[in-house]
């Protein structure tokens, strides 16, 4: 785009938001407004891509279900309707969350991917900028600015040495939807989070020979003990002991469901499953049937990445490999760092909420800067920060009518 002499782009327009500007239309950004809309206060969301749920409706693969029992997953005010399964599909889910976005008259502005944020102190206001598909760029207004842009806002791929030389297919697990193509074929799955696990078992069930690659180890926990949710158990037995027991427990019920998993390469890390998930916000894995296949040999576990070269892998371990395809399931990261000017180190450079624990504060920063979705709990924890941000927000924004009403001005 061409600068002007003043230095503005041409196409360049500015508008005062009432209400709060809100990051992300996922399940955090319609959880937030529905709030919002419940306490009678405008909102502005914009989004980058041209739906809602964008995660949940183009990056994810095709037999993906909630691997948490439905009653964690839902969003603030609606509940799921009583046909939907225990364990959701993504399909179920994605029609649950357009009904919950008509239902609240949640209409986002899509296409609008936010490049910039600042908190002008002198305006005591946040000047959000977003460039439209179009290329016209907006600087969106207001004394709220509320981040819900995800902790997968962006694909997670190492560098590789030799990834350039390698001749089969390479890619990212957000662009995997089903194995049925790749029937026959050797395919190296890099990670063994939920989703390289997933895509595994996804990748034998349509005849394909998938290989997994660890790096450091996994807990792996059936997703159902004794035919009740283990998330489920946890959460009740959380209310009453510690998180580090509720962990022995886990894994001792883990062990006698499964068996010893650091047998077959996959090493459990030193903190227990609630307690890594809590600290550094990596996964335990449910398994939905992937462990039976990595028991049985269907699917190999196999080292750490060394290189890839025109025909496979080389790993750590110094063991070479044929493979037809590469699919890195290396996971995600928050992409707040590159659009948001963060003045008060409220953001760690990994774009998440410094205090990260207790999870109740990291939902409010400075200067009107909320957060939803960066508590590492899931849906849950989101609906729980967008009840939270939403109250707040909502107090403050009387408080600014009231004034305005009485003549004071609010700057
Ligand atoms: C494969 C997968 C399965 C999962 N399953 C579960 C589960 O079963 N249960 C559970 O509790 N959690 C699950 N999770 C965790 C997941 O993070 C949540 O389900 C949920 O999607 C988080 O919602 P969110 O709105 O915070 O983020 P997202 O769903 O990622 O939504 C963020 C939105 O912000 C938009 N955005 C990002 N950057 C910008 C920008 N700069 N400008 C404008 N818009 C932007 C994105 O396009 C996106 O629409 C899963 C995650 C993955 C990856
Ligand atoms: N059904 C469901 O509900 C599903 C839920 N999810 C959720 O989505 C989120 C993302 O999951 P997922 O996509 O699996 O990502 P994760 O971040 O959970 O896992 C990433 C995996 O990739 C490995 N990895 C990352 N970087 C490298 C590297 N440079 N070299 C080698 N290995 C690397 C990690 O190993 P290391 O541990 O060594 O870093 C880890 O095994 C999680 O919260 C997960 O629970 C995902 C799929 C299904
Ligand atoms: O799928 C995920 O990773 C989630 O964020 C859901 C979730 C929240 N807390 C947990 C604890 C154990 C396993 C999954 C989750």
């Known amino acids: 785009m061409q600068e002007q002499a003043n230095g503005t782009s041409p196409r360049q327009s500015s508008c005062l938001v009432n209400g709060p500007i809100i990051v992300g239309a996922g399940p955090s950004g319609l959880a937030v407004a529905a709030t919002l809309r419940q306490h009678s206060v405008p909102f502005t969301i914009?989004?980058?891509?041209?739906?809602?749920?964008?995660?949940?409706?183009?990056?994810?693969?095709?037999?993906?279900?909630?691997?948490?029992?439905?009653?964690?997953?839902?969003?603030?005010?609606?509940?799921?309707?009583?046909?939907?399964?225990?364990?959701?599909?993504?399909?179920?889910?994605?029609?649950?969350?357009?009904?919950?976005?008509?239902?609240?008259?949640?209409?986002?502005?899509?296409?609008?991917?936010?490049?910039?944020?600042?908190?002008?102190?002198?305006?005591?206001?946040?000047?959000?900028?977003?460039?439209?598909?179009?290329?016209?760029?907006?600087?969106?207004?207001?004394?709220?600015?509320?981040?819900?842009?995800?902790?997968?806002?962006?694909?997670?791929?190492?560098?590789?040495?030799?990834?350039?030389?390698?001749?089969?297919?390479?890619?990212?697990?957000?662009?995997?939807?089903?194995?049925?193509?790749?029937?026959?074929?050797?395919?190296?799955?890099?990670?063994?989070?939920?989703?390289?696990?997933?895509?595994?078992?996804?990748?034998?069930?349509?005849?394909?020979?998938?290989f997994m690659s660890v790096r450091s180890g996994v807990h792996v926990l059936p997703r159902e003990m004794l035919w009740s949710s283990t998330f489920g158990i946890a959460m009740k037995l959380l209310r009453w002991l510690p998180v580090k027991l509720v962990d022995r427990l886990l894994l001792l019920a883990a062990k006698m469901a499964l068996g010893d998993t650091e047998k077959y390469g996959l090493k459990r890390p030193k903190l227990g499953p609630l307690e890594i998930k809590d600290v550094t916000g990596k996964s335990p894995v449910l398994d939905v049937g992937a462990w039976s296949l990595i028991k049985s040999g269907n699917i190999k576990v196999v080292a750490e990445v060394e290189s890839l070269g025109c025909n496979g892998a080389r790993f750590v371990d110094g063991s070479e490999m044929a493979f037809d395809a590469v699919i890195f399931a290396t996971g995600y990261r928050s992409n707040v760092p590159s659009w948001l000017q963060d003045a008060g180190g409220f953001f760690t450079e990994d774009?998440?909420?410094?205090?990260?624990?207790?999870?109740?504060?990291?939902?409010?920063?400075?200067?009107?800067?909320?957060?939803?979705?960066?508590?590492?709990?899931?849906?849950?924890?989101?609906?729980?920060?967008?009840?939270?941000?939403?109250?707040?927000?909502?107090?403050?924004?009387?408080?600014?009518?009231e004034q305005a009403a009485a003549g004071i001005s609010p700057v």
């Open 46 to 210: 914009l989004e980058r891509s041209n739906g809602i749920a964008d995660l949940w409706t183009n990056r994810t693969y095709g037999r993906l279900r909630l691997h948490l029992p439905k009653v964690f997953c839902e969003l603030p005010h609606v509940r799921f309707p009583p046909d939907f399964p225990i364990y959701p599909s993504k399909h179920d889910f994605l029609r649950y969350l357009h009904s919950y976005a008509a239902h609240f008259s949640i209409a986002p502005l899509f296409g609008r991917a936010v490049t910039q944020a600042r908190f002008d102190e002198a305006a005591a206001l946040w000047r959000v900028t977003a460039v439209a598909d179009g290329g016209e760029v907006t600087e969106y207004v207001s004394k709220w600015l509320v981040v819900a842009s995800g902790e997968n806002a962006e694909v997670v791929v190492p560098k590789v040495k030799g990834r350039e030389r390698f001749a089969g297919e390479v890619l990212h697990s957000s662009e995997y939807k089903s194995g049925e193509r790749f029937k026959g074929k050797r395919v190296l799955v890099v990670g063994c989070g939920n989703s390289g696990m997933e895509m595994c078992l996804d990748l034998c069930e349509h005849g394909a020979i998938p």
């Open 351 to 401: 774009g998440k909420p410094r205090a990260r624990s207790p999870a109740s504060s990291n939902w409010r920063g400075p200067n009107g800067l909320y957060c939803i979705g960066f508590s590492g709990k899931g849906l849950l924890g989101a609906g729980n920060d967008a009840l939270r941000a939403a109250a707040d927000i909502a107090g403050s924004w009387l408080q600014e009518q």
